[in-house]
Nanobody, 127 residues
Framework: QLRLVESGGGSVQPGGSLRLSCAGS????????ITWFRQAPGVGRQAVSC????????IYADSVKGRFTISRDNAKNTVYLQISGLKSDDTAVYYC????????????????????WGRGTQVTVSS
């Protein structure tokens, strides 16, 4: 079964950090651009960051620039999202998704572009 598996979520205080992982299961992530999305209660799924599969170029949503860093380790078949300076507004379920496109473009937030999705990992920021 081809799928993505997220891990690394948890509960942290404001200002804290987490590293989320997205691993491919039966899926070679090196051939896909990968995007992290998040979904808070009552809100639509929003793109956070995308990383290309060739030069690993990255795009970030304005709300996370300077706080989140996306990276990939194709040898481990895993994409990471390092999140720091967490705020209560970052509370959400975080999903990773794979698109066969090689790079990240301005429309990377379109859900229809993605062939594979993980089940998500919860990030809760609370004091």
């Amino acid at each position: 079964q081809l799928r993505l598996v997220e891990s690394g979520g948890g509960s942290v205080q404001p200002g804290g950090s987490l590293r989320l992982s997205c691993a491919g299961s039966g899926l070679t992530l090196a051939t896909y651009a990968i995007t992290w999305f998040r979904q808070a209660p009552g809100v639509g799924r929003q793109a956070v960051s995308c990383i290309g599969n060739t030069d690993a170029s990255a795009i970030y949503a304005d709300s996370v620039k300077g706080r989140f860093t996306i990276s990939r380790d194709n040898a481990k078949n895993t994409v990471y999202l390092q999140i720091s300076g967490l705020k209560s507004d970052d509370t959400a379920v975080y999903y990773c998704a794979a698109t066969p496109r090689t790079g990240c473009y301005a429309d990377y937030g379109q859900l229809r572009l993605y062939d594979y999705w993980g089940r998500g990992t919860q990030v809760t920021v609370s004091s």
